[in-house]
Structures are given as structure tokens and as C-alpha cells.
């Protein structure tokens, strides 16, 4: 089992209501509603909503807690009421009522937010690189170019393309 998390933040389902789990990523976005935080937590895989009451002892903590920071997530998982379901999310069906969190990395204000799909100058995103490949289309696009990539590369060996490649001396 990994030490940060029992499962991705995208394979959560309700067949797991009622399960206790570990979750790690990034805090994506937060929506403070008083009595309640409910917070996006993004991985590779996908994204999960959290959500915490404010009488739970790790509930200032989170509140205080900018976007991009890391953290671990321990907790229940729930089925979320009707009306509340995000359709656009594969994990819209379920919620994960936090009971704990570790904070594995705090992050600082960001120059470049990574959620949303605003445009910046390229000079701005070069320079925030690290963060520009966070945003969901350059995840995307990242992505896309592995599978193209490893594609053609399966298919050239099935054709037998590198069959002579020992034939060459490489210098």
C-alpha cells in the first residue's frame, strides 16, 4: 500500500461509500460555505471533492491553506445528495468527509493560477513553467503526446522497422 494515498483521486466511486481513505495531490480550488469547506483535491489521475465541517479540528488549517499546496487527506467517503452530483466529474457522484489532513508541502500566492482557462502572455509562462504544465490543458496536451508517441512507436515495431538498427555502428 502507498504511504500517501489508498487510492487516486479519479477511481472513487459509490460502490466505496462508507470506506475509509487516503487521497494526495494539490488543493485545486476551495468554496467556503461557513459551516462548511468543500475542497477540490487534484492528482495526476483526476480530481475528488472534500468537504470538512467547522467543527472538525483540521478546518482552520484548511481554510488558511492556499491553492497548489499538498496535501493528505484522510477520510470517509460518502454518496452526495441528489441535486449535488457533478455530471462533468468521475468522481461527481461521491464526496470525501475529511476526518484528518497532513500538509506535505504549503504553497505561497501563486503568480499564475492553475486552475481556469485564462490566457497569459507567454513570457509570464515560460517563466511559471513549473506551474503552466499544472493546468488542465497542458496536463492534457502532455498526456495526449505520450499515447501519440507511444502509438507509433509500437507501430514501427510491429512493422519491423528496428529489426536493423544493431546493423549500424553508432558513433
Request: glycine share 4%.
Amino acid at each position: 500500500m502507498n504511504k500517501y494515498r489508498s487510492h487516486n483521486c479519479s477511481e472513487l466511486t459509490e460502490s466505496d461509500s462508507d470506506k475509509k481513505v487516503y487521497l494526495s495531490g494539490w488543493l485545486h480550488r476551495k468554496r467556503d460555505h461557513g459551516n462548511l469547506l468543500f475542497i477540490d483535491l487534484r492528482d495526476h489521475f483526476g480530481l475528488t471533492q472534500c468537504v470538512i465541517e467547522n467543527n472538525n479540528k483540521c478546518f482552520k488549517v484548511l481554510e488558511a491553506l492556499r491553492s497548489e499546496s499538498v496535501i493528505k487527506v484522510f477520510g470517509k467517503v460518502s454518496k452526495r445528495e441528489s441535486g449535488t452530483e457533478n455530471k462533468d466529474l468521475k468522481t461527481g457522484k461521491i464526496e470525501v468527509n475529511i476526518e484528518d489532513i497532513e500538509i506535505l508541502s504549503e504553497a505561497k500566492d501563486l503568480p499564475l493560477p492553475v486552475f481556469g482557462e485564462q490566457e497569459y502572455p507567454e513570457e509570464i509562462r515560460l517563466k511559471y513553467r513549473f506551474l503552466d504544465l499544472r493546468r488542465n490543458q497542458m496536463h492534457h496536451n502532455i498526456v495526449l503526446r505520450s499515447k501519440v508517441i507511444s502509438f507509433i512507436r509500437n507501430e514501427m515495431s510491429k512493422l519491423d522497422f528496428f529489426s536493423h538498427y544493431n546493423d549500424f555502428e553508432i558513433i
